[in-house]
């Protein structure tokens, strides 16, 4: 709000001098201007970004010949909640729910407690070899898995674990990201509150406990967020591991839903919503943390 | 009391030793005590890490010399591998469509995240719920994206295609069912589902950069477009470094939107090298084959990466 260097007063709206009263109106103008210009764009932008989900609903709820048009309905005529109803008959989707739901907090437990667990060995612990220790961490961040998933998978059959949930969550709970996550912001709290607890003659395991674990409530809410998507929304894994249908998660077997009956347009988008609906409540929830989780392991990676 | 402070972490001498001099023993016995202690902390997690992680990683470079298939026992075979990979016509497919998809996914969603970003930094009413919706594409499960963007890509009755006639377009593409478009529409629905992720990659840099930078800019008379040329981009360059190596790594590795999408289809317009590997070796149990091509896809990652660093180093100095 710097003044036009030739007004006197930054000009009151009844200014009686004429110039500045234009002046302080035109770039009011202005600024309304390039204001209503911002929303535009980013109206577009986000039109353009959700264009496909109002395809999505709005097809889960038309009746199946009226999805492909032309041209396009966006809003159905009459809207067919019957739909919703229906998918529970055609596909086992409790069971997929139910598959889904117990590998996302079987792994994403495991994964915040032991990530957080060995971050605090490796952040608060001084001892040798534990530097080259981390790096070793860092270094298979840096191997893609598609990499290593066939000697993965040959271990898993020879172990006599596929298409058992153990495959997937032995594979996925001790990533070496969470730990990563962890330390990052275990390294962000001061070593001397550290050592003050240590002075006061608590355990190593009861600073881990008692202070760390409530500090660090926000890393936390980070990791276990992006864990649970993430193992949600994973394809291959259930896909390599996982052949019998009463162990198909969501995708699977929306996946396979699609494959056998690929013209049931309006019911593929009915199942498709279903398997997005609980990430979109547990991401508005959590949203917060979860940005924060990718700007913190992004900025700092 | 040196040895108090240049070990922070070292637990407080017992009041009785304090001040007497010869501590080596106590010392040797703290690191020894801090070892099992760390290692205590990190054993949960590096046990389940050690067996699947670095056991697998450290496999495959083993099994890329190696004949093995899924009956029968290993067998070492040198450069055999890699001999046939060369031959093989598959491989050199995926790897051009790979390169092929690399070169749409890496730039366009650079720009992408960087415009959404740049509208998106400001502060004004209404600016979260933009920034939220953006976000949106990248947390929708995959299955669910790709069947969607399947049916805008719908040839014949398609949304997508139905713009473009709009717009007086007489042959639309025929997007997934035509082998010459089924890779751009794959790099387009995966620039829509990544775009989000870097755009908050972005909006955190935008932040770091002071506001005095463009308020000085301003006083020297610049411009809107030579701000962003001469304050944003230099200021997002560290932003734009992690950016640009991780959408490499990312477009390389690149496999489960294209086995929900089109299977590498049609025909093997859309096999990419991933695939390849994922059918080699877990479909066709040959290990050693596709660990082989594995080690490539490695490679090129390492190879690209390293550069990027070296390029990043150089601007730099």
Do not use: C
């Not at chain 2, 411009?223 to 790594?249: C, D, E, K, S, Y």
């Amino acid at each position: 709000m710097t003044a036009m260097p030739d007004a006197p007063s930054p000009a009151s709206p009844a200014a009686p001098e004429n110039t500045p009263a234009t002046a302080v109106r035109a770039r009011r103008n202005r600024r309304l201007v390039r204001k209503t210009l911002t929303y535009v764009v980013m109206t577009a932008a986000a039109l353009l970004v959700l264009v496909p989900f109002a395809w999505m609903i709005s097809s889960s709820l038309k009746r199946n010949n009226e999805v492909f048009t032309v041209p396009i309905q966006w809003i159905p005529d009459e809207f067919r909640w019957s739909n919703f109803v229906d998918i529970w008959d055609r596909i086992p989707m409790v069971t997929y729910l139910r598959n889904s739901a117990f590998l996302a907090i079987t792994i994403t437990f495991l994964q915040v407690l032991t990530g957080s667990f060995a971050a605090y060995g490796f952040s608060k612990v001084r001892f040798p070899g534990r530097d080259a220790l981390f790096v070793a961490y860092i270094a298979t961040i840096a191997v893609p898995w598609q990499a290593y998933m066939v000697p993965q998978y040959i271990m898993m059959q020879e172990a006599g674990l596929t298409n058992t949930f153990w495959s997937i969550i032995l594979l996925q709970a001790f990533g070496a990201f969470g730990v990563f996550l962890m330390r990052q912001y275990y390294m962000s709290i001061p070593d001397e509150l550290v050592e003050a607890a240590r002075i006061d003659g608590l355990s190593e395991y009861s600073i881990y406990l008692r202070i760390m674990l409530p500090l660090s409530k926000p890393a936390l809410a980070s990791l276990a967020l992006l864990t649970f998507v993430n193992t949600w929304n994973d394809y291959m894994g259930p896909f390599i591991y996982l052949t019998s249908n009463e162990l198909w998660t969501v995708q699977l077997g929306l996946r396979s839903f699609i494959g056998q009956y690929s013209a049931d347009y309006a019911m593929i988008m009915t199942g498709a919503v279903i398997s997005v609906l609980p990430i979109v409540v547990i991401f508005l929830l959590g949203q917060r943390y979860f940005i924060r989780g990718i700007a913190t392991t992004g900025l700092k990676g | 009391m040196s040895h108090v402070t240049t070990q922070p972490d070292a637990t407080r001498p017992a009041p009785a030793e304090r001040g007497r001099p010869p501590r080596r023993k106590g010392r040797s016995r703290q690191i020894r005590r801090n070892t099992l202690v760390g290692w205590s902390f990190i054993l949960p997690n590096f046990i389940g890490f050690a067996l699947f992680t670095l056991v697998p990683v450290t496999a495959a470079f083993v099994l890329a010399f190696m004949e093995w298939n899924s009956f029968g026992s290993p067998e070492w075979v040198g450069l055999d591998n890699f001999q046939r990979m060369f031959g093989d016509e598959n491989f050199r497919v995926a790897l051009f469509n790979t390169l092929f998809y690399a070169g749409g996914h890496i730039p366009l969603t650079l720009v992408a995240a960087l415009t959404l970003a740049i509208v998106l930094n400001r502060k004004i009413r209404g600016v979260q719920f933009f920034r939220t919706a953006a976000f949106f594409p990248y947390i929708t499960s995959l299955v669910a994206v790709a069947v969607v963007w399947n049916m805008l890509f719908n040839p014949t009755m398609g949304p997508v295609n139905q713009f473009l006639e709009t717009l007086g377009m007489a042959n639309p593409p025929g997007w997934t069912a035509s082998t010459d478009w089924a890779m751009p529409a794959v790099i387009i629905t995966s620039v829509w589902r990544d775009m989000g992720y870097y755009m908050v990659l972005y909006l955190a840099g935008l932040q770091t950069i002071p506001e005095e930078y463009y308020e000085a800019a301003r006083v020297d008379g610049a411009n809107a477009w030579q701000r962003f040329w001469h304050v944003t981009l230099p200021g997002l360059r560290p932003v734009t470094f992690f950016v640009v190596v991780m959408l490499t790594i990312q477009s390389f590795k690149i496999l489960d939107l294209i086995v929900v999408m089109t299977d590498g289809g049609p025909g093997r317009s859309t096999l990419v090298l991933a695939q390849l590997i994922y059918r080699e070796g877990i479909r066709e149990g040959r290990f050693g084959y596709s660990s082989a091509i594995a080690l490539v896809l490695f490679f090129i990652v390492l190879i690209v990466t390293v550069f990027q660093f070296r390029l990043n180093e150089r601007r730099k100095a």
